[in-house]
């Protein structure tokens, strides 16, 4: 658990923040455990050396997260989350809250060590997944999780 100090920093408002945003934006009908495993993905991304050491660095980029792309469609919504309606400003509001739960969280909390990649179930499994492992998540919304295939 993070310390109250580093509750109020600067940087740790900047990484809710933006961990908000790109759960708000990329999760938002998946409720608040599909969520939640986005988030995780993004703690993850943060914690590991192949990725930048702070979230806005992570989700922020190009082609890593699809709503900070300038084509997707929710890019013009993160400006203003709570603008766009009560639905919205309500699931922003989960966002926000599991992005300080997750940011806040032990390790021994991580339901999903080593997951660093998802992508809709909707669409067909990009070639960067080919040689990846389908982690298996009971109600992890309309995402595939999957995590680098053991080399056993």
Same mark, same amino acid.
């Given at each position: 658990?993070a310390t109250d100090e580093h509750r109020i920093s600067p940087a740790f408002i900047i990484d809710a923040w933006y961990m908000a945003l790109t759960i708000w934006a990329e999760a938002r009908g998946e409720? @608040?455990?599909?969520?939640?495993?986005?988030?995780?993905?993004?703690?993850?991304?943060?914690?590991?050396?192949?990725?930048?050491?702070?979230?806005?660095?992570?989700?922020?980029?190009?082609?890593?997260?699809?709503?900070?792309?300038?084509?997707?469609?929710?890019?013009?919504?993160?400006?203003?989350?709570?603008?766009?309606?009560?639905?919205?400003?309500?699931?922003?509001?989960?966002?926000?809250?599991?992005?300080?739960?997750?940011?806040?969280?032990? @390790?021994?909390?991580?339901?999903?060590?080593?997951?660093?990649?998802?992508?809709?179930?909707?669409?067909?499994?990009?070639?960067?997944?080919? #040689?990846? @492992?389908?982690?298996?998540?009971?109600?992890?919304?309309? #995402?595939?999780?999957?995590?680098?295939?053991?080399?056993?």
């Amino acid at each position: 658990m993070a310390t109250d100090e580093h509750r109020i920093s600067p940087a740790f408002i900047i990484d809710a923040w933006y961990m908000a945003l790109t759960i708000w934006a990329e999760a938002r009908g998946e409720g @608040e455990r599909g969520m939640r495993y986005v988030a995780w993905v993004i703690r993850n991304r943060v914690r590991d050396p192949r990725w930048p050491n702070t979230v806005r660095g992570v989700v922020t980029q190009p082609r890593q997260f699809s709503c900070w792309n300038k084509t997707d469609p929710n890019r013009p919504l993160l400006s203003d989350p709570l603008a766009s309606g009560r639905v919205d400003a309500a699931a922003f509001m989960t966002a926000l809250r599991v992005a300080i739960e997750v940011l806040t969280a032990d @390790e021994k909390d991580n339901p999903i060590p080593g997951v660093f990649w998802y992508y809709a179930s909707w669409i067909k499994p990009p070639a960067w997944a080919a #040689h990846m @492992e389908v982690v298996p998540l009971a109600d992890s919304g309309q #995402h595939v999780f999957l995590r680098e295939a053991s080399k056993a």
